[in-house]
């Protein structure tokens, strides 16, 4: 893999793990409204998994 692409995939991971942590904030400001902490709920656990899945990438467990 070559630097660019290390870089690009980095940046998005960092954006991935931002939009994440906003996420979690308003989980923890709505989370008596139990409709909008699963729906956040599932946003976040797809962003997670796909940070994940460029972390592989960076380590060399997937190609794409």
Do not use: F, P, V
Request: aromatic fraction near 8%; proline fraction near 0%; include cysteine.
């Amino acid at each position: 893999m070559n630097i660019l692409k290390r870089c690009r995939l980095k940046k998005q991971q960092k954006e991935l793990m931002r939009k994440y942590e906003i996420l979690e904030r308003l989980q923890t400001e709505h989370s008596n409204n139990e409709y909008c902490y699963r729906y956040i709920q599932r946003k976040m656990d797809a962003l997670d998994e796909e940070s994940e899945h460029i972390r592989g990438i960076l380590e060399g467990r997937w190609d794409k």
